[in-house]
């Protein structure tokens, strides 16, 4: 076991101990609430249980089992369809296929981004944990689209902090289910682990604050092609905001989609592209943009569904 100090912040005072505790430790509740239930967080030296409340200033102590399975390291591997849109000196912008995690983790033995600049023979900054060097942010495995990893110490310094202080554009593609009402707006609902399905995410009360704006540019009959644009990142932000207000994408079964219509327009993931990503060049402060267009799979969804409307 090892022991973990550390003072509450002010943020989140009045939080739940296992949401506050597990965004502060990057654990899932469940895991929190195990360790809690064990005796093993204490507030100011008394055992504290899951629910309690946090109070900002206080002292957390956490006994934390050693990790039983170490995280992969990487290695060179080829990807199949990883295309590189734009590299220099700095970064280098890819278009990630599906079926591809960005880097390696635990339960996770596909190919993977890093993996595949790795056999490329691009090197990549060694600033982050060890299985995802360079890497700024990430895309769900089943998700496509543009993405940035950094080559250099500052690339990497420079845009973790444009995407903590959002000034990175990040807009996708999506086709959800029905027809949003409005055709566009914007969805603010905190997003945290669901209460009961830890490897999912779900909109719950005291979650992290997440924005999503939309905007409809097609309605079909069954189905709308959204231009989404994130103003935060949270992890399935898109997948569980449209899930929240009943309009989940198409293919997306975790999240509530119809499976007959994801059979219907022959999709086996979600409906869901990473389609423009714009940012100030970590070099000289010049703003870039790089795109990517849908893959096959989701094209040829999107004509049978006009082809049916």
Known sequence: MSLRTLPVPDGLDGMRLDAGLARMLGLSRTVVAELAAGGAVRVDGSVVG????????????????????????????????????????EIVVVDKPVGVAVHPSPGWSGPTVVAGLAALGIRIATSGAAERQGVVHRL?????????????ERAYSVLKQAFRERTVAKVYLAVVQGHPDPSEGTIDAPIDRHPKQDWKFAVVRDGRPSVTHYRTLEAFRAASLLEVELETGRTHQIRVHFSAV????????????DPVLARTVGLTRQWLHAHRLGFHHPADGRWVEFTSEPPPDLAQALETLRAAS
Request: glycine share 10%; charged share 25%; hydrophobic share 45%.
């Open 50 to 89: 899951k629910s309690d409340r946090l109070v900002a200033g206080a002292w957390l102590e956490v006994e934390l089992p050693e990790p039983a399975e170490a995280t992969p390291v990487v290695t060179a591997e080829a990807v199949e369809g990883l295309v590189v849109l734009h590299e220099d000196e």
């Open 140 to 152: 769900d495995a089943g998700t496509t689209g543009v993405m940035v990893v950094a080559k250099s």
């Open 246 to 257: 009943r309009h989940p994408c198409v293919g997306d079964i975790t999240y509530g989609a």
